[in-house]
């Protein structure tokens, strides 16, 4: 089943001819201007004059859109193309081969279970964007132009999802469009078609791997975590081990940072700290406990 976008494209570009609504308008006005002769003068020669020469304009005048070139064959021979608007043929002797559409089109393509350069099978769909540049190349190279793009991006993809990692194609995608991209228009120059882009629109992993890559993930935030916590202990034990090397030789420094910490403790109203009396001797805070237990208590 091909996609709908290819099925709009290939119609659009292998509409046979067909006649004209100008043709027919022209065809009617010549009938009748020799019906109305052939009434006053009881004779049916003016009105098969007239549908013999409305017929052959009917026959002969084309209209391409804007957007078309239509190719012409004169018994069989490519002449050239015509369009856009109005323009004329030759009945019986020329035949319009083909109307083709040169604005951009997009093909959709997938490439389902394909294995990438590390062994895993992925689904990717892609969008292809393209136009016809040359509309001689494209009728007289190629049989079916825009069925060669659709194989021929499929082809480009598979070969392109074998060259790289699953990381690649996950994390570069824009990376793997373009290569993409060169790889077709290298192929479709020739056909007087170019790609202008393609994008990889998602990339389908299995859910197993799904998850297995999501667990890794998560392990690899967690060493992360692990690593960091280390490096901050050790600088702090650094830092303590240089704060150690100043106060072993300058005790006053050591008792002012003892009489910090304990202010910093008991500043906050209904707080107690508990020092071992070792502490207090060594250090000689017994009056500085003892002075700010009376200031922290209440008057009866």
Same mark, same amino acid.
């Given at each position: =089943?091909?996609?709908?976008?290819?099925?709009?494209?290939?119609?659009?570009?292998?509409?046979?001819?067909?006649?004209?609504?100008?043709?027919?308008?022209?065809?009617?006005?010549?009938?009748?201007?020799?019906?109305?002769?052939?009434?006053?003068?009881?004779?049916?020669?003016?009105?098969?004059?007239?549908?013999?020469?409305?017929?052959?304009?009917?026959?002969?005048?084309?209209?391409?859109? %804007?957007?078309?070139?239509?190719?012409?064959?004169?018994?069989?021979?490519?002449?050239?193309?015509?369009?856009?608007?109005?323009?004329?043929?030759?009945?019986?002797?020329?035949?319009?081969?083909?109307?083709?559409?040169?604005?951009?089109?997009?093909?959709?393509?997938?490439?389902?279970?394909?294995?990438?350069?590390?062994?895993?099978?992925?689904?990717?769909?892609?969008?292809?964007?393209?136009?016809?540049?040359?509309?001689?190349?494209?009728?007289?190279?190629?049989?079916?132009?825009?069925?060669?793009? =659709?194989? $021929?991006?499929?082809?480009?993809?598979?070969?392109?999802?074998?060259?790289?990692?699953?990381?690649?194609?996950?994390?570069?995608?824009?990376?793997?469009?373009?290569?993409?991209?060169?790889?077709?228009?290298?192929?479709?120059?020739?056909?007087?078609?170019?790609?202008? $882009?393609?994008?990889?629109?998602?990339?389908?992993?299995?859910?197993?791997?799904?998850?297995?890559?999501?667990? %890794?993930?998560?392990?690899?935030?967690?060493?992360?975590?692990?690593?960091?916590?280390?490096?901050?202990?050790?600088?702090?034990?650094?830092?303590?081990?240089?704060?150690?090397?100043?106060?072993?030789?300058?005790?006053?420094?050591?008792?002012?940072?003892?009489?910090?910490?304990?202010?910093?403790?008991?500043?906050?109203?209904?707080?107690?700290?508990?020092?071992?009396? $070792?502490?207090?001797?060594? =250090?000689?805070? !017994? !009056?500085?406990?003892?002075?700010?237990?009376?200031?922290?208590?209440?008057?009866?």
């Amino acid at each position: =089943m091909l996609p709908l976008s290819f099925a709009r494209s290939s119609k659009s570009s292998f509409r046979r001819s067909q006649i004209s609504v100008v043709g027919t308008a022209v065809f009617l006005i010549f009938t009748a201007l020799g019906f109305v002769p052939a009434v006053r003068l009881n004779n049916p020669l003016p009105v098969l004059g007239g549908v013999v020469i409305g017929l052959y304009f009917l026959l002969s005048i084309r209209v391409a859109e %804007q957007w078309e070139k239509a190719a012409v064959l004169r018994l069989g021979r490519y002449i050239g193309l015509r369009g856009p608007g109005i323009f004329m043929i030759i009945p019986v002797i020329d035949e319009i081969s083909l109307y083709v559409d040169q604005r951009v089109r997009v093909v959709e393509v997938s490439a389902e279970s394909a294995l990438t350069r590390d062994t895993v099978p992925v689904n990717v769909d892609a969008v292809v964007f393209w136009l016809v540049w040359n509309a001689e190349k494209s009728i007289l190279e190629v049989v079916n132009f825009s069925e060669a793009i =659709m194989m $021929s991006a499929q082809t480009a993809l598979r070969e392109s999802i074998g060259r790289h990692d699953l990381a690649q194609m996950i994390t570069e995608r824009e990376t793997l469009g373009r290569e993409l991209q060169r790889i077709l228009d290298e192929k479709t120059n020739p056909w007087g078609i170019t790609v202008r $882009s393609v994008e990889i629109r998602d990339v389908h992993i299995p859910q197993a791997l799904e998850d297995a890559m999501s667990r %890794q993930a998560q392990a690899e935030r967690e060493r992360q975590a692990r690593i960091i916590l280390g490096t901050a202990e050790t600088d702090i034990a650094a830092k303590f081990a240089d704060a150690s090397t100043v106060y072993l030789n300058n005790p006053v420094a050591l008792h002012l940072r003892a009489m910090n910490m304990l202010y910093e403790a008991i500043k906050e109203k209904g707080s107690m700290v508990i020092v071992p009396s $070792s502490a207090v001797e060594t =250090m000689g805070l !017994g !009056g500085l406990l003892g002075t700010a237990s009376m200031g922290g208590s209440k008057p009866q």
